[in-house]
């Protein structure tokens, strides 16, 4: 069974830029979860999806950042314009329903200059 | 959710078990203890989970004590390869929202 695909795995750009994440969750998964993980730190719940309904985006910085699963399969994540402060990991992590383990991907590793 | 504590960091030596504790007093009578773990430049990996009885699959054991106030995560024969940091998380029963924490910094030793 494939895992959880992200791209890009890495990403450099400078503050004020825009950049956009892809995740296409593990066949069949109804549940999709974006997190950011700064550098010694654990990762932190962003957003979460059922389906292509947004469940819970309470601690997602909606000023800048956006999420979309339109079609309740893939997902990007967009951050729109970077601060240097964004420079962390995005993972993504996909559950077969609602409350059930959650696998996740390798992530992309965002650096703003 | 309840919180946990796990020590910051720990060493085992190559082919012993590591054995992993985590305290979670606070922990109510529906909420599970899971294990994650990620390794260096890599996504968490799912290890393991349990509600009350302890648990094995073909990666760790799960051993959580009879009050559920503790647990302890065991890998049998730790490799170089299991190196990581290890979180352990409580959540609700139909909860989503995985709280990871520090963890532990596991550092396998040849």
């Known amino acids: 069974e494939a895992g959880v695909a992200q791209s890009p795995r890495y990403k450099i750009i400078e503050k004020r830029q825009s950049v956009a994440f892809w995740c296409n969750p593990i066949s069949g998964h109804a549940t999709l979860y974006w997190y950011q993980q700064i550098l010694g730190q654990g990762p932190k719940l962003l957003i979460q999806?059922?389906?292509?309904?947004?469940?819970?985006d309470s601690q997602l910085p909606k000023d800048r950042f956006s999420a979309e699963r339109l079609k309740g399969v893939d997902s990007t994540l967009k951050i729109q314009p970077a601060k240097l402060e964004d420079s962390a990991v995005y993972l993504c992590?996909?559950?077969?329903?609602?409350?059930?383990?959650?696998?996740f991907g390798p992530g992309t590793r965002l650096l703003v200059l | 959710d309840a919180k946990t504590t796990q020590p910051p960091s720990m060493d085992c030596a190559e082919g012993r078990a590591a054995n992993l504790p985590c305290n979670h007093s606070t922990i109510s009578g529906n909420e599970y203890v899971y294990w994650y773990r990620q390794i260096h430049s890599q996504g968490p990996q799912y290890i393991i989970h349990g509600l009350k009885n302890n648990e094995t699959n073909e990666m760790a054991s799960l051993i959580i004590t009879e009050d559920r106030k503790s647990s302890t995560l065991i890998l049998p024969h730790a490799t170089l390869r299991d190196t990581a940091v290890y979180y352990c998380i409580v959540i609700s029963t139909g909860a989503n929202n995985l709280f990871f924490g520090t963890g532990t910094r596991l550092t396998v030793i040849p």
């Open positions: 999806f059922q389906n292509n309904g947004v469940v819970d």
């Open positions: 992590a996909s559950s077969g329903g609602w409350g059930e383990t959650q696998y």
